[in-house]
């Protein structure tokens, strides 16, 4: 299975991604993760892009494209993946479909007011990058990771200021591709219009979308 995730920053891409892989045991591509490995290995390309992520930006499609590609070639990705952040433009969904067939676009469908206080609440593991929410997913301990004892930290675009900032980005740039491929009939809506709906809640929505697609294309 290809599945595209979209949703604004803060919807919940990657938390349902990493769930949605034990169903589909194909890996989470998180193109967010990737430049933030980049930044953290102070690689060249990582000290190219670090001000944009910082500021809550897109960095240039064809430095995107680039390294989801390279990824997209690995052996591990030959049966298929879960894209999250990825596209984010016009540009880059074109781009994909050079290089994939995709079978499933899922839109989380969250509004604006809900994005601030979750992404203003979440916290991100520092080691593993796994996700919390002071709110809804606390971790069992204070600012320390469940799963590896890492530190938990606010990211530089979790702050209030950026938050905006990124929102207006994805509503501008990347919404677009909610008619992008609902015209190619690859879309379905996840609606989640309360805060304090657990996760858990909307990923069953989630996998029964994923796992119709999957018998759909069975038959095909
Ligand atoms: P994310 O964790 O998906 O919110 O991504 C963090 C930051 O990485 C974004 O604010 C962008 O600066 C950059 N980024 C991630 N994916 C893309 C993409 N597909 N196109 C452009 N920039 C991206």
Do not use: W
């Not at 540009?91 to 479909?97: F, G, V």
């Not at 520092?126 to 530190?151: F, H, Q, S, V």
């Not at 989640?192 to 029964?208: A, N």
């Amino acid at each position: 299975m290809r599945v595209v995730l979209l949703g604004p920053p803060g919807a919940g891409k990657g938390t349902q991604a990493s769930r949605l892989v034990v169903v589909v045991g194909v890996p989470h591509v998180s193109t967010g993760d990737m430049v933030r490995e980049e930044i953290k290995a102070q690689t060249e390309l990582g000290e190219a892009i670090k001000e944009y992520s910082d500021k809550g930006v897109l960095i240039p499609d064809e430095i995107i494209i680039r390294l989801l590609a390279k990824r997209l070639r690995k052996s591990d990705c030959q049966k298929g993946f879960i894209l999250d952040g990825f596209p984010r433009t016009i540009q880059q969904a074109e781009a994909l479909d050079g290089i994939s067939k995709i079978d499933l676009a899922i839109n989380l469908d969250v509004p604006d007011e809900i994005i601030i206080q979750r992404l203003s609440n979440r916290l991100t593991c520092r080691k593993c990058g796994a996700i919390y929410n002071r709110l809804t997913m606390k971790p069992r301990r204070t600012n320390i990771c469940d799963k590896c004892d890492g530190e938990l930290y606010q990211r530089e675009d979790d702050k209030p200021e950026v938050i905006q900032k990124r929102l207006n980005v994805y509503r501008k740039n990347t919404e677009p591709l909610v008619e992008y491929y609902r015209r190619r009939s690859l879309l379905k809506d996840v609606h989640c219009d309360d805060l304090m709906t657990p996760p858990e809640v909307t990923f069953e929505r989630i996998k029964s979308i994923t796992e119709s697609a999957r018998k759909e294309k069975e038959h095909t």
